[in-house]
């Protein structure tokens, strides 16, 4: 077992949130996997505003086996975030990100691992089933992978999570890149670099409840799209365009038929009214748009770090002061 000041081959990053009851589970079959690697390797857990016995679950977890180590963020920052913090501290050549619910099997770890030494710098877990979810939830995650694709301006791998595995110079990139509304399978995909897919069935949760829910799904979409697109913004002009167009073909038949007293003119009038609900309807959704944009530019510019630390476990010593630049930090 090695040592706390060993670096490490592998590091493993899981975020989590009220995981209480998969903690057990996921320490047991990660560790089986641990030990048949060929190298040392590092758990960073990072507690992302847990409310239940999370936390305190790490720290013993932390003080029987030092290759754990925990990361404790001064609240919930969310999944994107919670992943970025662990990639901020870890020190392995290949680093590994999963869930903690186990729908993500560590035991896929082997393929990812044979593809990265076969030189893949990036190998991402593919999903070809998804069991015991619902035909809404499937469906929903099936529509959405296909409009990002048509719509992103970078090809981003359809059905795939965060689950994957980064070559150091993957991870060292990752770090660099300073925006806030972070989409982590989406950022390693604009980086290039050789990439292949493990194809997994996804098993159901291990225990617990669901944490992504459909408004924190809808946001991850949404945040995704506006990362990767500026298709919504140039369909203002499309529909300008469009608008612009019919508003002169309607002004021009509204004056010529302005003196004609038959039931077509009055049914023409009548439609106005329809034409000016239909010019406002377009106007609030182009002002929504605009607004995730300029939102976005919004939380870049106020300069705030991802997220503050309250609790390091196990990476005092270790930790670099540059990967802590986007922390602060309180280290007990």
Request: proline share 4%.
């Amino acid at each position: 077992m090695p040592t706390l000041g060993t670096t490490p081959k592998y590091s493993f990053i899981i975020p989590i949130y009220n995981e209480e009851e998969s903690i057990a589970e996921l320490y047991r079959r990660l560790t089986d996997v641990l030990e048949v690697l060929d190298g040392p390797s590092e758990i960073i857990l990072v507690n992302d505003g847990s409310r239940d016995s999370s936390l305190e679950m790490m720290r013993q977890l932390h003080h029987r086996d030092r290759r754990i180590v925990y990361l404790s963020l001064a609240r919930n920052f969310g999944h994107q975030i919670a992943v970025t913090a662990g990639l901020n501290f870890a020190r392995g050549e290949a680093v590994i990100i999963l869930d903690a619910d186990l729908q993500d099997p560590p035991e896929l770890v082997y393929s990812m691992i044979a593809e990265w030494q076969n030189g893949y710098q990036v190998v991402y877990a593919q999903r070809i089933q998804r069991h015991q979810e619902s035909w809404f939830k499937r469906l929903m995650a099936y529509v959405f992978y296909r409009v990002l694709d048509r719509l992103a301006n970078v090809r981003i791998p359809k059905d795939t999570g965060d689950f994957c595995l980064m070559d150091r110079v993957i991870v060292d990139l990752l770090n660099r890149m300073p925006e806030r509304s972070r989409y982590i399978r989406g950022l390693r995909a604009w980086l290039g670099f050789k990439q292949t897919a493990v194809r997994f069935e996804r098993p159901p949760r291990f225990a617990g409840e669901v944490k992504y829910t459909f408004k924190k799904s809808l946001a991850l979409a949404i945040n995704s799209l506006v990362a990767f697109s500026v298709l919504p913004l140039r369909l203002f002009n499309l529909s300008g365009f469009v608008c612009r167009e019919y508003g002169d073909c309607h002004g021009f038949f509204s004056a010529v038929l302005a003196d004609c007293q038959t039931r077509f003119a009055a049914d023409w009038a009548s439609d106005d009214h329809d034409c000016h609900l239909f010019l406002g309807r377009v106007q609030l959704v182009s002002i929504g748009i605009l607004g995730e944009y300029i939102g976005r530019i919004y939380e870049e510019v106020k300069g705030r770090p991802l997220y503050t630390l309250s609790e390091v476990g196990g990476l005092e010593n270790v930790a670099p002061q540059v990967q802590r630049r986007n922390a602060y930090s309180q280290i007990t």
